[in-house]
């Protein structure tokens, strides 16, 4: 029954994705929303651009569905953030697609990471005592403007070649995206100015690429190591952390429990930030400018609120 479902709606996607083709758009695929979002930007009304995990879940850990399957199977381009992000879920989902376009090292397997600056590289031997993810590096990468700059610009120059009548038009739109970012950028950076140096705790470590950018000084995490949930004793560490170092601030990403982090902030007479880690984290944060804006704005409040 399964089986047959899939197969009914694998045509159904078949055609529509025929249609799209023969309207000379290039079918964009990503793991993440903040890629698919950052992919419109350059790709306009000339690719069609979709995430495979929402921006709301945590992007490690992402139930495969057979409509994954499907999305994949129809895809001219895949785009993924690498560092083995996503090793979790998606290798299996690429076999299975069987589109060979989209294959690890085929034209259309776009890895995003290969441009970005990464950090938290491993040195030494990866073993499992470093925790459950992050071992090929830090991979919440997009969170530094300055890395979507860098991507955007593979993807243009992607997208030109696989569809070379419209490589004007990617660029002309990656021209435009780099001026609004840079603008943004400014702005931005004067919005976190008067908080330079500020300490924090953060849940998970999403948010290196970030807080380097905008000059805060992450001091420990709620996870003792990536992937690992907190413990008690680590707990009762970061509680008097906050209280010695007079840390006022927590950043949750919205798919952790409260609980802990909630706990350890009254304890500390602090407070917790839900911040968004990625696009589509809240409804009304469509665009990768309006990620920036909306965490930003958030966290300068807060900052201020805790002078
Ligand atoms: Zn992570």
Same mark, same amino acid.
């Given at each position: 029954m399964?089986?047959?479902?899939?197969?009914?709606?694998? &045509?159904?996607?078949?055609?529509?994705a025929?249609?799209?083709r023969?309207q000379g758009?290039?079918?964009v695929?990503?793991?993440?929303?903040?890629l698919?979002?950052?992919?419109?930007?350059?790709?306009?009304?000339? &690719?069609?651009?979709e995430? &495979?995990?929402?921006?709301?879940q945590? !992007? +490690?850990f992402?139930?495969?569905?057979p409509s994954f399957?499907?999305?994949?199977?129809?895809?001219?381009v895949l785009?993924?953030?690498?560092?083995e992000?996503?090793?979790?879920? @998606?290798p299996p @989902?690429?076999?299975q697609?069987?589109n060979a376009?989209?294959q690890?090292?085929?034209?259309?397997?776009?890895?995003?990471s290969?441009?970005?600056?990464i950090?938290?590289?491993?040195?030494g031997?990866?073993t499992r005592a470093?925790?459950d993810v992050h071992?090929m590096?830090?991979p +919440?990468y997009?969170? %530094?403007?300055?890395n979507?700059?860098?991507?955007?610009k593979a993807?243009a120059?992607?997208f030109s070649?696989?569809?070379a009548?419209?490589?004007?038009?990617?660029?002309?739109?990656y021209?435009?995206f780099d001026?609004r970012?840079?603008?943004?950028?400014k702005?931005?950076?004067?919005?976190?100015?008067?908080?330079?140096g500020?300490?924090?705790?953060t849940?998970?470590?999403?948010?290196?690429?970030?807080?380097?950018?905008?000059?805060?000084d992450?001091?420990d995490y709620?996870?003792p190591?990536?992937g &690992? !949930?907190p413990?008690?004793? +680590?707990?009762?560490?970061?509680?008097?952390?906050m209280?010695r170092?007079?840390?006022?601030?927590?950043l949750v990403e !919205?798919?952790? %429990?409260?609980r802990?982090?909630n706990?350890i902030?009254q304890?500390?007479?602090g407070e917790?930030?839900?911040?968004?880690?990625s696009v589509?984290?809240?409804?009304?944060?469509t665009?990768?400018f309006q990620l920036?804006?909306?965490d930003i704005?958030?966290?300068?409040?807060?900052?201020q609120k +805790?002078?």
């Amino acid at each position: 029954m399964k089986i047959q479902r899939i197969a009914t709606a694998l &045509i159904a996607f078949l055609l529509v994705a025929g249609s799209a083709r023969a309207q000379g758009k290039l079918n964009v695929v990503t793991t993440v929303e903040d890629l698919a979002a950052i992919a419109r930007e350059v790709g306009g009304d000339r &690719i069609t651009a979709e995430s &495979i995990a929402r921006g709301y879940q945590d !992007p +490690h850990f992402v139930e495969a569905k057979p409509s994954f399957i499907l999305k994949l199977q129809r895809a001219d381009v895949l785009i993924v953030v690498g560092r083995e992000l996503e090793i979790g879920w @998606l290798p299996p @989902l690429i076999t299975q697609s069987r589109n060979a376009k989209i294959q690890v090292g085929a034209a259309g397997y776009l890895d995003a990471s290969q441009q970005a600056r990464i950090l938290d590289l491993p040195t030494g031997q990866v073993t499992r005592a470093m925790g459950d993810v992050h071992p090929m590096g830090n991979p +919440h990468y997009w969170l %530094d403007p300055e890395n979507g700059r860098r991507i955007v610009k593979a993807f243009a120059d992607r997208f030109s070649q696989m569809d070379a009548a419209d490589a004007a038009y990617f660029q002309a739109r990656y021209a435009d995206f780099d001026k609004r970012l840079t603008e943004a950028v400014k702005n931005w950076t004067a919005k976190m100015a008067p908080f330079k140096g500020r300490k924090v705790i953060t849940y998970h470590r999403s948010w290196p690429n970030f807080c380097n950018r905008f000059g805060l000084d992450v001091v420990d995490y709620v996870e003792p190591k990536p992937g &690992i !949930p907190p413990t008690p004793a +680590h707990t009762l560490d970061l509680i008097n952390t906050m209280k010695r170092g007079g840390i006022k601030l927590i950043l949750v990403e !919205p798919y952790f %429990d409260l609980r802990t982090p909630n706990s350890i902030a009254q304890q500390a007479g602090g407070e917790v930030a839900v911040l968004l880690p990625s696009v589509g984290g809240k409804k009304d944060v469509t665009t990768y400018f309006q990620l920036f804006d909306y965490d930003i704005n958030l966290l300068a409040g807060l900052l201020q609120k +805790h002078q």
